[in-house]
């Protein structure tokens, strides 16, 4: 019982949803068995001391394109992509390639078990008029059924009465069910709108998938979860007014979850005007303010958002320089959601237990991973759970999330599955996973604009929340392209006003320099050549030869 630990993370900051404590973790045969203050004999311990260490994070909902389109992600990558940030479970489905029967998910069991580098669910997808195939894959072992309300990625819509008949049926199961909720007649009508007028700009983005076609959709899918008793998640919500209609059918019984994503807490509406297909996704971001991005980290910090996933779905470079209507929808942000609510954490929007509550804990329970009871000791729970190598989720295996010995320690960024190295850092150099490089054979289009920066500073050694020190912009190119640029800290302390890409600075005495030169091309132009020292003053510009 005393000697044969075979892993000790000793001495780091144990952080869960339900607080934080120094103490040190012992984990046997892939499983979590001791947590204590007092240090125990293991065949190999990690020093966390000055570090997080955090449950695994569980990325819900992840589009590896494998199979189908594995040039724009797959799971060797994908998960590689994972493991680097921490995350040890992802939940997979993909458009692509959709999984509508139960054995269609054994065959993609078959293909992605020696694919995949950490634990992993799959999900399938549900079809309008076809309820049963959508519960006899979740028999099967789905990790829910995906339902759309709009034909996007040439998936068919649900309208309202197939969402009841599907929840219906799912209820009988008691499965779960992710919605896509965009309405298909306001989306329809604005296409077509657009289309006539032979828009082609970036703006159509957010026309197009509207604000209130997010708004009806989650309505009416709130309002048949209600009805229904379904365990029902709405996917990607990308504003506060969806998490509120969520919370009035919650309040009246209906068993409801709102996820939202990363991109709805760092990048604004009129984004996709400038970059055109680099901000197409759907629903696309809302914000306009820096007030609406500070609004939705309060809703996440008060509980009003319950998961964030990434909603990973990464194109080629050349895939999203294809014309605005063509380019896929979505971005990348497996390797990145976590860098982004860890920098929020450092900045005191969320707390770290909101980070470990947000993509950890609570999608384990929405997707029942984990026991619905909550876990004890520091909130990890001792119970044992099944170890061995990375293999598929299932909610038969259940327990086995926060039980398994799924650990992050940040800083160090040593992440493990079931105790075994799921990815080691290495000194200079991207981490490895799996024992293989964690390297992806491409960077996704969207890294310059939305990951980019966390990259850069992660390398740097920083979070970037250290920019916060400094006062101003920065802004890094390569030949043309700029390569990073970030807005930090405050632009006027006295009224709250933070530093924009815009802000307008004062030179300073750098300033006389230009002022100087343009009086000099005018003297060389001879239009100053009389006049200079009646404008300059005698003492700021002397002759040659004059004291
Ligand atoms: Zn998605």
Redesign the pocket.
């Known amino acids: 019982m005393t000697s044969d630990f075979d892993l000790g993370v000793e001495g780091g900051l144990l952080v869960t949803s339900r607080g934080r404590r120094r103490a040190n973790i012992y984990v046997r045969d892939g499983t979590i068995a001791a947590i204590t203050n007092e240090r125990q004999p293991a065949r190999e311990v990690v020093s966390a001391v000055d570090l997080l260490v955090m449950p695994g994070m569980v990325d819900a909902?992840?589009?590896l394109m494998d199979p189908g389109a594995p040039e724009r992600e797959d799971f060797p990558t994908g998960t590689a992509a994972a493991a680097r940030a921490g995350v040890t479970s992802i939940v997979e489905?993909s458009?692509i390639t959709p999984v509508r029967t139960d054995d269609r998910l054994k065959e993609k069991i078959d293909y992605v078990g020696k694919r995949a580098r950490i634990d992993y669910a799959l999900a399938a997808h549900a079809w309008p008029g076809d309820v049963e195939a959508a519960v006899e894959v979740w028999r099967a072992g789905a990790a829910f059924v995906?339902a759309f309300t709009c034909r996007t990625?040439g998936i068919p819509a649900h309208d309202a009465a197939e969402l009841h008949r599907l929840f219906a049926g799912l209820e009988e199961v008691d499965g779960v069910c992710l919605v896509?909720c965009e309405d298909e007649s306001l989306t329809a009508e604005a296409e077509r709108v657009l289309h006539l007028a032979g828009r082609s700009d970036g703006a159509i983005v957010f026309e197009w998938r509207n604000r209130d076609a997010e708004l009806l959709a989650t309505s009416t899918t709130a309002l048949m979860a209600q009805r229904t008793g379904a365990r029902v998640v709405i996917?990607?919500a990308s504003n506060p007014e969806i998490a509120a209609i969520a919370h009035q059918h919650r309040s009246a019984g209906a068993r409801l979850w709102v996820e939202t994503c990363p991109q709805y807490f760092m990048l604004f509406e009129h984004e996709a005007i400038d970059w055109g297909a680099l901000r197409k996704f759907t629903p696309p971001a809302r914000a306009r303010t820096d007030a609406d991005l500070a609004q939705m980290w309060r809703c996440l910090a008060e509980g009003q958002f319950d998961i964030v996933?990434s909603?990973?779905?990464p194109s080629t470079i050349e895939q999203k320089q294809e014309s605005i209507w063509e380019a896929h929808?979505?971005l990348p942000g497996l390797d990145t959601t976590i860098c982004v609510l860890l920098d929020a954490a450092h900045r005191g929007l969320i707390s770290y237990e909101r980070v470990a509550e947000v993509y950890s804990e609570r999608p384990g329970e929405a997707l029942r991973f984990v026991p619905q009871q909550r876990p004890t000791r520091a909130g990890i729970g001792r119970r044992p759970g099944p170890g061995g190598s990375p293999g598929p989720l299932d909610r038969r295996r259940r327990g086995h999330h926060l039980q398994g010995g799924l650990v992050s320690v940040f800083g160090s960024r040593d992440a493990r599955s079931r105790g075994r190295h799921v990815l080691e850092r290495q000194p200079g150099g991207l981490g490895r996973a799996g024992g293989r490089r964690a390297g992806r054979r491409q960077v996704p289009a969207g890294c310059r604009s939305l990951a980019a920066p966390w990259q850069v500073m992660e390398r740097a050694g920083k979070p970037i929340g250290e920019l916060e020190k400094l006062n101003g912009v920065v802004l890094i190119m390569e030949g043309d392209s700029v390569t990073f640029q970030h807005a930090a800290g405050m632009a006027e302390r006295s009224s709250v006003m933070r530093c924009t890409q815009d802000t307008r600075f004062q030179l300073a005495s750098v300033s006389k320099q230009f002022t100087a030169a343009a009086i000099l091309m005018l003297v060389e132009r001879g239009v100053l050549s009389v006049a200079i020292r009646s404008i300059a003053g005698s003492r700021a510009v002397h002759q040659p030869g004059e004291r």
Request: charge should be neutral; glycine fraction near 6%; hydrophobic fraction near 25%.
């Open positions: 909902h992840v589009h489905h458009h995906k990625h896509h996917a990607h996933s909603d990973h779905a929808f979505g």
